[in-house]
């Protein structure tokens, strides 16, 4: 397998204090920190969340900041690069990333969903047939995997609503408008301020 499909260990530098976010996602985010912190997620369960947002709005550091405040390591996966157009090539790529993180107690972050859960429409011909079983698979992986996974795409209206259905935490990723960012910005300072 192709070193580049394997999965890579993330982490961050930042705080959640430099995440620009709104604040509605940010409980989101901060509750399904509290839950991993008190090992609310069973052993034996995985824990699905969806973050979807258009690049550079905060999600690969949101993951990162997760595994850095639960104690966690993050293991990002680009399933765009997972994903191949010969049969059966998927979903040994597939085995061989579950394969390497079996054991771990990690948060699994799959960028680029979209690569993989688009709408699926009837099946025409075998490649169809195929597309609709990486995601099968993929899916009973995910569920034998314990522990938070993290999928992370750029639109939810290429996402099938048969896959939405089956995440615990959707969290939107937006960019901040100038007066947003200004009133971020003012409110890290004064916090910062008061501290001192």
Known sequence: MNPKFLPKKITSTL????LLINEKEFRL??????RLNKQVLESNKSHLALFHGPPGTGKTLTASLLGKYTGRDVYRVDL?????????????????IFQKLLSKDAILFFDEADAIFGK???????HDKFANQEVSYLL???ENHPGLVIFSVATLKNIDDSFTRRFETI????????????MFKFKNYFRTFIRS
């Open 80 to 96: 765009f690069l997972v994903i191949s157009k010969y049969i059966g090539e998927t979903e040994k790529n597939l085995a061989t």
């Open 29 to 34: 985010i901060k509750k399904l920190e509290t």
């Open 171 to 182: 969290v939107a990723f937006k960019h901040l408008s100038v007066m947003q960012r200004s």
């Open 15 to 18: 705080t959640w204090r430099q």
């Open 120 to 126: 699926r429409t009837a099946v025409r011909d075998a």
């Open 140 to 142: 009973q992986k995910i």
